[in-house]
C-alpha cells in the first residue's frame, strides 16, 4: 500500500516556473515507477512524464525540454520541474506509483497548475 500526496502547485504567469512534488508513504519506494498524469477541464487525463527505478524518463512530447522529472529515493518523493510554463499547461497534475513486481498503482489526490496572466 502506498500514500501519495503532491504539493507545490499554484497560479503563475505564462513562460514562469514552478516546481510540484509528490511524497510517498507506506512502502518501498525504490520499487515503484513513478509518473506525473494531469486533466484539464473537459479533457482525459493524459500521462505526462515517466520515471523508472532506475532513473530512465519518458515525456510527452507537448512537454519535451521544458519539464524534468526527478526522483530523490532517499526523501520517498518524486518532482516535476516545469518551466517555460503555457497556458495550455493548466490542469489538475496527479502523482501516480505502479509497483514493478505486481504492477499494482495508486494515485495522489491531485494538485492544481493554473497558468494565466
Known amino acids: 500500500q502506498v500514500q501519495l500526496v503532491e504539493s507545490g502547485g499554484g497560479l503563475v504567469q505564462p513562460g514562469g516556473s514552478l516546481r510540484i512534488s509528490c511524497a510517498a508513504s507506506g512502502s518501498i519506494f525504490s520499487m515503484y515507477v513513478m509518473s506525473w498524469y494531469r486533466q484539464a477541464p473537459g479533457n482525459q487525463r493524459e500521462l505526462v512524464a515517466t520515471?523508472?527505478?532506475?532513473?530512465?524518463?519518458n515525456y510527452v512530447d507537448s512537454v519535451k525540454g521544458r519539464f524534468t522529472i526527478s526522483r530523490d529515493n532517499a526523501k520517498r518523493t518524486v518532482y516535476l520541474q516545469m518551466n517555460s510554463l503555457k497556458p495550455e499547461d493548466t490542469a489538475v497534475y496527479y502523482c501516480h506509483a505502479r509497483q514493478v513486481a505486481t504492477a499494482l498503482y495508486y494515485w495522489g489526490q491531485g494538485t492544481q497548475v493554473t497558468v494565466s496572466s
Open positions: 520515471i523508472t527505478n532506475g532513473g530512465n524518463t
